[in-house]
């Protein structure tokens, strides 16, 4: 949703991507622009579970056939020749491999199965069929291969708020890497568990972690509930108690957002979009600005809402990256300052204190002072 627009020339040919290891995940929900060949591209997944295409793979001859109940395209990687029931035809531009991903043009496949396609201003493009119409953005090939090239970076530095200097350790994470894939995960695959936050990174094979959610961490019993919202796969893990917290949430289409609340929340599940959510909370910059009102959202926790401490957060920025934060000492206004100076326009607190933990490229940064409840993860779609 906060992916920035990227459009490198006038005139474009959708692409359908192909993922060649069958994931189950969605496809990422935006076309590529070729620049060296003046055309722009979607993904074959995406037009197949948009718009009910049945697409078949021969990974022997490098063909993709896309088709419906009276039509077919059959296109080759690298070959400017298709067949379109039956009949050959000659393409502007070729299909291409990019990192395990075929992609192949949709306004020449669009046209042949009865697509409509046009564009809007600023790189949007809208995808329409007889019965489901869909609006995408365009980017560039080069932007692409900037996420497929360093998809996750790694920094510390200290910045100045208008109360104190905060020592800050980041993680990025590109949004437009098409492998890119976050997922909530729990103790022990059991609600009220808790386990280490090394097992839970090993367990998920994660690339990069973070803490999650609150939960009772003090309970005196071995049952430690979580406070949040929990989505893993679409489905509700765990429901919360009704609090319009913020919620972090990945959709199935590669989006990144954060939702203002259980009742944002519920919209979008309804719609069946929703991938992953956390909530946690309080929300920390709406807009590129400080945005930031614990007692509204319902905490009554000094911790939150007066005190300083160890904290993490989660953003997204304009240029379509996810950062994720901890820090030593901060309080919320503070944590909001920092990461509005990190270009954050999207950001949000998660659970803090002795919980604070984060991985990344095999290292553990911030380690957590305590076995967690839950965690966020990304890695990488196979």
């Not at 998809?151 to 100045?160: F, L």
């Amino acid at each position: 949703m906060f992916k920035k627009i990227m459009l490198v020339c006038a005139a474009l040919t959708l692409l359908f991507q192909l993922n060649l290891a069958n994931s189950a995940s969605a496809a990422k929900k935006y076309g590529i622009v070729q620049e060296s060949a003046g055309r722009s591209f979607v993904p074959v997944r995406f037009a197949a579970e948009t718009f009910g295409f049945k697409v078949n793979w021969d990974s022997a001859n490098n063909k993709v056939r896309i088709s419906n109940k009276t039509d077919s395209v059959e296109l080759i990687v690298d070959k400017t020749t298709a067949v379109v029931n039956g009949k050959s035809k000659t393409l502007d531009a070729a299909p291409f491999n990019l990192s395990g991903t075929v992609y192949v043009p949709l306004r020449f496949v669009g046209e042949a199965l009865g697509v409509k396609v046009s564009y809007l201003k600023e790189g949007r493009i809208v995808i329409q069929s007889d019965t489901v119409k869909t609006e995408i953005e365009a980017v560039s090939l080069r932007r692409v291969e900037k996420a497929l090239n360093e998809p996750v970076r790694t920094g510390s530095s200290k910045i100045a708020t208008s109360t104190k200097t905060i020592s800050v350790n980041t993680v990025y994470i590109d949004l437009y890497h098409p492998k890119v894939k976050f997922d909530a995960v729990y103790a022990n695959n059991k609600i009220g568990s808790t386990e280490t936050f090394k097992k839970m990174v090993e367990r998920s094979k994660a690339s990069v972690a973070v803490n999650g959610t609150f939960f009772n961490a003090y309970s005196e019993t071995s049952t430690k509930i979580p406070y949040g919202y929990i989505v893993q796969n679409g489905k509700v893990i765990n429901k919360a108690s009704g609090d319009e917290r913020s919620v972090f949430v990945y959709t199935k289409t590669g989006d990144a957002l954060i939702a203002d609340g259980e009742s944002e929340l519920k919209k979008l599940l309804d719609e069946g979009i929703v991938e992953t959510a956390l909530q946690a909370g309080p929300r920390l910059v709406s807009n590129g600005k400080v945005d930031t009102d614990p007692v509204g959202e319902g905490f009554k926790d000094p911790k939150i809402l007066t005190s300083r401490g160890a904290r993490s957060a989660i953003g997204i920025t304009a240029d379509g990256q996810l950062i994720i934060v901890t820090t030593a000492a901060a309080s919320i206004p503070e944590l909001a300052q920092v990461m509005v100076k990190l270009k954050a326009v999207e950001a949000m607190n998660l659970d803090g204190g002795a919980s604070s933990g984060l991985y990344a490229n095999g290292k553990y940064i911030t380690p957590a002072g305590r076995d967690l409840s839950n965690a966020l993860v990304m890695v990488f779609d196979k």
